[in-house]
């Protein structure tokens, strides 16, 4: 018996790290390798619910370790910080990204596409189109959720025009209006009312490593930031809590208006001043306004990076 093959996104897993493994484990499948499946690496989000409600899919499996030699393929990320436990000494068959490689070795060599797209569903569409795979209409969403989710609407600066055209043949795949779809989904991902701070923090939060110096950059969408302001005693609180536990040396949590594309971040740790040369704005309360500003891995993340 052939050993299976786990296809999985990144801890605290959006909806492109979701629906990209499911439909990664579709196209392998379809090219016939049969001994493949998508698994998760934490909570679904309510925005990902959405979709898999939609499709009626049920959420992949749960898996918190992998065992040594377990064949893995990584979807919407490289980094091991940001992968599953035990994965140093996984056999990493395939690696499809579209995030900068960071702290990433392997014994072996690998299959390894990164593009510089706003989503791996991008890559993933055009792998479809390599291998001359017909896309259904289930993966025809799926994958278009991702890519909405991912460039917000078209909004984010990541949008290149390769998801442009990727979303208009998926949207005639799909057979529905992609616009009100994606909005709504994005709507029910920003319904952060039952989260505690600890959860709001946590669920789109990116681990990251440089030089020894360890951060973490969070960000939650929403539709009123003022809303979400309302808890910022308490999700400092819980910050603190993380920066503690976690030996972190910066975190940073950006909450995103997706209807108007801005941000207002809320910065704690020993290094602060990072976000205050990325940005050149004093931080005031802990927290800056960034008009404009929606995108963690082109806008936020590179300017920190900089001055860490």
Same mark, same amino acid.
């Given at each position: 018996m052939e050993k299976e093959i786990l296809i999985f996104g990144h801890k605290n897993p959006d909806t492109d790290s979701i629906c990209s493994s499911l439909v990664k484990e579709r196209l392998n499948k379809k090219l016939g390798e049969e001994n493949c499946r998508a698994v998760r690496l934490?909570?679904?989000?309510?925005? !990902?619910?959405? $979709?898999?409600?939609?499709?009626?899919?049920?959420?992949?499996?749960?898996?918190?370790?992998?065992? #040594?030699?377990? #064949? /893995?393929?990584?979807?919407?990320? +490289?980094?091991?910080?940001?992968? $599953?436990?035990?994965?140093?000494?996984?056999? /990493? %068959?395939?690696?499809?990204?579209?995030?900068?490689?960071?702290?990433f070795e392997t014994s072996e060599p690998l299959y390894y596409t990164a593009k510089p797209y706003g989503c791996t569903s991008t890559i993933l569409f055009g792998e479809y189109k390599i291998n001359n795979v017909e896309i259904s209409k289930e993966e025809a969403i799926l994958m278009a959720s991702a890519i909405m989710s991912d460039i917000l609407l078209l909004k984010s600066p990541t949008t290149t025009e390769y998801d442009k055209k990727a979303l208009e043949e998926l949207e005639k795949i799909a057979g529905i209006d992609i616009k009100e779809y994606?909005?709504?989904?994005?709507?029910?991902? !920003?319904?952060?009312?039952?989260?505690?701070? =600890?959860?709001?923090?946590?669920?789109?939060?990116?681990?990251?490593?440089?030089?020894?110096? =360890?951060? /973490?950059?969070?960000?939650?969408? !929403? $539709?009123?930031?003022e809303d979400v302001l309302t808890r910022q005693e308490e999700l400092e609180n819980a910050i603190k809590e993380e920066i503690e536990d976690k030996g972190l040396e910066l975190f940073v949590l950006a909450i995103t208006d997706i209807l108007n594309s801005n941000s207002e971040i809320i910065a704690l740790g020993n290094k602060v001043e990072a976000v205050e040369k990325? @940005?050149? =704005?004093?931080?005031? +309360? +802990?927290?800056? @306004? %960034?008009?404009? $500003?929606?995108?963690?891995?082109?806008?936020? %993340?590179?300017?920190i990076d900089k001055h860490i």
């Open positions: 934490g909570k679904i989000n309510k925005e !990902t619910k959405y $979709v898999l409600d939609y499709l009626k899919l049920e959420e992949p499996e749960l898996i918190e370790s992998v065992n #040594e030699g377990q #064949e /893995v393929i990584l979807i919407d990320h +490289n980094e091991f910080n940001q992968s $599953v436990e035990g994965i140093e000494k996984a056999k /990493v %068959l395939e690696v499809i990204d579209h995030h900068r490689i960071a702290n994606g909005l709504e989904m994005l709507k029910a991902g !920003t319904d952060l009312n039952d989260f505690t701070a =600890k959860e709001l923090i946590s669920l789109d939060a990116k681990s990251l490593d440089k030089n020894g110096t =360890k951060f /973490v950059i969070a960000q939650v969408n !929403t $539709v009123s930031i990325a @940005f050149d =704005k004093k931080l005031e +309360n +802990n927290r800056t @306004f %960034l008009e404009g $500003v929606v995108s963690r891995k082109k806008q936020i %993340l590179p300017n």
